[in-house]
């Protein structure tokens, strides 16, 4: 089983701050199939960033994705007031499918 | 617009059975799977399996198999999940999310509370 540690558990921020979200596997996620997923309190999770990088419709531009491997960041360029959420990243390349444990984004 | 809709919450005693709906719309639902995935409260998420409902192929979590089954009724267009003998750390909000083989999950439903006590 793949094992997705996210660091920092919390990120306090203020709105217009750059946001860095790590998350590491404990091995290599095939074919960079990772995502980024966004939560809300009481709402069902949203998907930011499939296969590494690639932007979900109707995502804004100001959220990226890049790595491979074994090391994957989420960056928010500028975090603006609706930004402030939990993060989970998540591989689906080998069952079984594991998110990692989450980043909460939270304001300074 | 593409949703998955799902049942509403139940409350069931230790030992029971829940089997939770998840009705697709807006897409055409042999050409995806669905994936459920659940959130004790205050913790993160967790993944319990994926079906095709294309051909009703499963892959189950480790941890709950033997306990759970995933099906799929293609004439309504709807999943479900029933996870038999809950327990306690059963009680969980359960969602169900579109997905395919190897997709990221796109369309989550609105989730459904399961609480499992005595």
């Known amino acids: 089983e793949i094992v997705l540690t996210q660091s920092p558990g919390t990120l306090s921020l203020s709105p217009g701050e750059r946001a860095t979200l790590s998350c590491r596997a404990s091995?290599?996620?095939?074919?960079?199939?990772l995502a980024w997923y966004q939560q809300k309190p009481g709402q069902a999770p949203r998907l930011l960033i499939y296969?590494?990088?690639s932007r979900a419709t109707g995502i804004p531009d100001r959220f990226s994705g890049s790595g491979s491997g074994t090391d994957f960041t989420l960056t928010i360029s500028r975090l603006e007031p609706e930004d402030f959420a939990v993060y989970y990243c998540?591989?689906?390349?080998?069952?079984?499918?594991?998110f990692g444990q989450g980043t909460k984004v939270e304001i300074k | 617009q593409v949703q998955l809709v799902q049942s509403g919450a139940e409350v069931k005693k230790p030992g029971a059975s829940v089997k939770v709906s998840c009705k697709a719309s807006g897409y055409t639902f042999t050409s995806y799977g669905i994936s459920w995935v659940r959130q004790a409260p205050g913790q993160g998420l967790e993944w319990m399996g994926w079906i095709s409902a294309y051909n009703g192929n499963t892959n189950y979590a480790q941890k709950l198999q033997g306990r759970v089954t995933m099906t799929t009724d293609t004439s309504t267009s709807t999943a479900y999940m029933e996870l038999r003998s809950l327990r306690s750390d059963d009680t969980a909000v359960y969602y169900c999310a579109r997905s395919g083989r190897l997709d990221a999950f796109d369309i989550w439903g609105q989730g459904t509370m399961v609480t499992v006590s005595s």
């Open positions: 998540q591989q689906y390349g080998s069952y079984p499918w594991t």
């Open positions: 091995q290599s996620v095939s074919s960079s199939y």
């Open positions: 296969g590494a990088s």
